[in-house]
């Protein structure tokens, strides 16, 4: 059986700290940040439109790394596997968590994830066989690469054996993530039937 993890399979994932913390230094930067401007605006007398523009950057900067952040989420979230039969999974391990609400109800939300993620490589690593919770990846209908990843449609079959369209980006970054890309194009326009 073949693994994909951001953090790879040997080493601990810190999914939880990198988004708890993540979180909280977007927050404290656009705090700071604010003040710092406001301190300065009122030293130097800067214009209300040169207040407004600072603002807007400084706003557009903790969009951008709310993004990455969410991004880099996401990625270490997504887990993929290979069964000894040649049939690809997915599995996004945070819709298998139950969303919480509010900054403690994330935090708690961001360390169950974690824990099922770490739950999940041991399962697939000791038993050998894909998750119960995973898709399987029928057919690549679209992949579309990019410098910070790829874009992916795919058909897949869920553990009930129903079938329906799904997309991801797949951020750069996964251990072993050629032959990863490799078994995703190898799948586009149903050409999974192919041997290896």
């Known amino acids: 059986m073949q693994i994909w993890t951001a953090s790879g399979r040997e080493k601990k994932n810190h999914y939880a700290a990198l988004s708890i913390f993540g979180i909280l230094g977007i927050v404290v930067l656009a705090m700071g940040l604010g003040v710092a401007f406001s301190l300065l605006a009122l030293i130097f007398e800067w214009t209300k439109w040169t207040g407004l523009l600072i603002c807007v950057g400084e706003t557009a900067l903790a969009v951008w790394a709310a993004f990455r952040l969410g991004r880099r989420s996401r990625k270490d979230s997504l887990l993929f596997c290979l069964d000894d039969n040649g049939r690809l999974f997915a599995v996004d391990v945070s819709q298998l968590v139950p969303v919480h609400r ?31 919770r995973g898709e399987q990846i029928l057919s690549v209908e679209r992949l579309k690469e990019k410098e910070s990843g790829c874009r992916l449609v795919c058909q897949v079959r869920n553990l009930e054996g129903r079938e329906y369209r799904r997309r991801w980006f797949v951020a750069r970054g996964y251990e072993n993530e050629a032959e990863l890309l490799w078994q995703l194009q190898r799948r586009r326009s149903g050409r999974s039937s192919l041997q290896f």
């Not at 509010?102 to 038993?127: N, P, V």
């Open 102 to 132: 509010g900054l403690l109800g994330y935090g708690q939300m961001a360390l169950e994830i974690q824990k099922e993620i770490e739950r999940l490589k041991r399962q697939m690593t000791e038993q050998k066989e894909a998750p119960a």
